[in-house]
């Protein structure tokens, strides 16, 4: 199981970015996929789910409305699409693969627990 993250870069306030999370060793309707972030100094959160199914999704408040995660079956990647990009969103975005049938969301995805994990790529909003 691996999952590629990449799509990060420079963007200032208010650009958009779109992250993609490519899965291989597996297909999305074997594990759910979340979204999570780790800024310098603070912990890891939760951003944002989609089930293994595909029929649910999940984001957090401060993203709900900006962000959406989608899927591509065919391509065997994630999407995380974020719009009005803030100077506080800037952080290390990861991926990750959890097993199971209630993650999306659950507890453990809001404390960031899950089987497989991305390497991260870099997300700066910044003048």
């Known amino acids: 199981v691996q999952l590629q993250a990449s799509g990060g870069g420079l963007v200032q306030p208010g650009g958009s970015l779109r992250l993609s999370c490519a899965a291989s060793?597996?297909?999305?309707?074997?594990?759910?996929i979340g979204w999570f972030r780790q800024a310098p100094g603070k912990e890891r959160e939760a951003v944002a789910c989609?089930?293994?199914?595909?029929?649910?999704?999940h984001h957090t408040d401060s993203v709900k409305g900006r962000f959406t995660i989608s899927r591509d079956i065919a391509k065997n990647t994630v999407y995380l699409q974020m719009n009005s990009l803030k100077p506080e969103n800037t952080a290390l975005y990861y991926c990750?693969?959890?097993?199971?049938?209630?993650?999306?969301?659950?507890?453990?995805?809001?404390?960031?627990?899950?089987?497989?994990w991305g390497q991260g790529t870099q997300v700066t909003v910044s003048s």
């Open positions: 989609i089930s293994r199914s595909g029929g649910q999704t």
């Open positions: 060793g597996f297909t999305l309707n074997s594990y759910n």
């Open positions: 990750a693969a959890r097993a199971g049938i209630y993650f999306c969301p659950s507890d453990d995805f809001r404390r960031a627990r899950a089987d497989y």
